[in-house]
């Protein structure tokens, strides 16, 4: 069964950084492209990163406009998103997903950013 | 960037009934449009890709139809379980695709 579990999720002040993981197991993580989208309260869905199998292409929103990283390590089976110079406007509940063929296939449960002073 | 609008924004329907949802693209998409259903406190579910295919573990009442612009999902007899919010995405251009805005079903 596919299992997506985030965390690192907490309140963080504006201007400040967090780093989410999210944990992968009963699937093949080579074999997926993984993305974080977020979804702020009582909001629609909002794509955020992707990054493919390999780690070697990463795309972002807009919105990133630099602050964010995403990666991922292969041995660990876990993706992450460096988030740094955090507004008040990133606070979301923060999503990983699996994709092949431009699908979402599994999502986890989510992780809550908050960013507030 | 294409724009993805979803009508109606909620949908009350009785048990047993059907519940027809719409999402227009602002341009073609061929058939490059899925959904996906939020239950009240859980993560998105696939339900639907290419339009018309039928993800893993979906139940037959779920169906999707359209190309092009026009796209509908149908649940043909409404469950309690089926209350949701339900999105389009396509993802014609890629990455990321465009999410609609959502339509939120509940039962009358």
């Known amino acids: 069964e596919v299992q997506l579990v985030e965390s690192g999720g907490v309140v963080v002040q504006p201007g400040g950084s967090l780093r989410l993981s999210c944990a992968a197991s009963g699937f093949s993580f080579n074999d997926y492209t993984m993305h974080w989208v977020r979804q702020a309260p009582g909001k629609g869905l909002e794509w955020v990163s992707l990054i493919t199998r390999d780690g070697g292409s990463t795309f972002y929103g807009d919105f990133v406009k630099g602050r964010f990283t995403i990666s991922r390590d292969i041995r660990k089976k876990s993706l992450y998103l460096q988030m740094n110079s955090l507004r008040a406007e990133d606070t979301a509940l923060y999503y990983c997903a699996t994709e092949t063929d431009c699908i979402f296939r599994s999502w986890g449960q989510g992780t809550l950013v908050t960013v507030s002073s | 960037e294409i724009v993805m609008t979803q009508s109606p924004a909620t949908l009350s329907v009785s048990p047993g009934e059907r519940a027809t949802l719409s999402c227009r693209a602002s341009q073609s998409l061929s058939s490059k449009l899925a959904w996906y259903q939020q239950k009240p406190g859980q993560a998105p579910r696939l339900l639907i890709y290419?339009?018309?295919t039928r993800a893993t573990g979906i139940p037959a009442r779920f169906s999707g139809s359209g190309s092009g612009t026009e796209f509908t999902l149908t649940i043909s007899s409404l469950q309690s379980e089926d209350v949701a919010l339900y999105y389009c995405?396509?993802?014609?251009?890629?990455?990321?695709?465009?999410f609609g805005q959502g339509t939120t079903v509940e039962i009358k």
């Open positions: 995405h396509q993802y014609s251009t890629w990455p990321p695709g465009t």
């Open positions: 290419g339009a018309s």
